[in-house]
């Protein structure tokens, strides 16, 4: 079973950025499609970005043009870089991989935007 580590969470004021970090145990990584959901205290959890083995990204309408995901094969890494934060972005983030049969999940890292 995979094993998923985030990191790079924290308090940010709005306005500022923040990246985040999922690194994956394993081989084929490359292979699987990886993303970020968020769940807010009280809310559902819900899809922020995802990227497919070939790079191809879906992103929530919230964070259109806010975030970016990206991942590096070579380190098993998938990345979510949040520039313009707003308060309402505020959640634990969770990393998902996704095998085609099975999803994997990591612990989450929560961010918090307020000044």
């Known amino acids: 079973q995979v094993q998923l580590v985030e990191s790079g969470g924290g308090l940010v004021q709005p306005g500022g950025s923040l990246r985040l970090s999922c690194a994956a145990s394993?081989?084929?990584?490359?292979?699987?499609?990886m993303g970020w959901y968020r769940q807010a205290p009280g809310k559902q959890r819900e899809l922020v970005a995802r990227?497919?083995?070939?790079?191809?990204?879906v992103y929530a309408d919230s964070v259109k043009g806010r975030f970016t995901i990206s991942r590096d094969n070579a380190k098993n890494t998938v990345y979510l870089q949040m520039n313009s934060l707003k308060p309402e972005d505020t959640a634990v983030y969770y990393c998902?991989?996704?095998?085609?049969?099975?999803?994997?999940w990591g612990q989450g890292t929560q961010v918090t935007v307020s000044s």
């Open positions: 394993g081989t084929r990584f490359s292979d699987y499609t």
């Open positions: 990227i497919t083995s070939s790079g191809n990204t």
């Open positions: 998902y991989q996704y095998t085609g049969a099975f999803y994997g």
